[in-house]
């Protein structure tokens, strides 16, 4: 079956930095689109952002310059960098994986993925 494993959430400080990671196994990981999509308790989920098979990527404008997504596709895993954290990036953040090509932004806007990771807490403090 195919797993996707986050890591590397935490509590941070307003400022701070954190880098989450996502390994993937059971599955062809060079052949899917990867995305991070972040929710918390009562709210909608949020793409963050995607990355294709070769590398090109798309954010939302909330995070773009801020949130940095990366892949390696030898080590069938998914990265997060996270900078500034704020308050308001308190959520979990959950890795995603969907067969092909992202479409554009068309992934990060529907945040529709075959596959879920369990999530990964990130809390930032004032």
């Known amino acids: 079956d195919v797993r996707l494993v986050e890591s590397g959430g935490g509590s941070v400080q307003a400022g701070g930095s954190l880098r989450l990671s996502c390994v993937a196994s059971?599955?062809?990981?060079?052949?899917?689109?990867m995305g991070w999509v972040r929710q918390a308790p009562g709210k909608s989920r949020e793409g963050v952002a995607v990355?294709?098979?070769?590398?090109?990527?798309v954010y939302a404008n909330s995070f773009l310059g801020r949130f940095t997504i990366s892949r390696d596709n030898a080590k069938a895993t998914l990265y997060l960098e996270m900078n500034n954290l704020a308050p308001d990036d308190t959520e979990m953040y959950y890795c995603?994986?969907?067969?092909?090509?992202?479409?554009?932004?068309?992934?990060?806007?529907?945040?529709?993925?075959?596959?879920w990771g369990q999530g990964t807490q990130v809390t930032v403090s004032s």
């Open positions: 995603a994986a969907e067969w092909g090509p992202c479409g554009g932004d068309y992934r990060l806007r529907q945040h529709r993925f075959q596959y």
């Open positions: 059971e599955f062809n990981f060079r052949t899917y689109c």
């Open positions: 990355i294709d098979n070769v590398g090109d990527t």
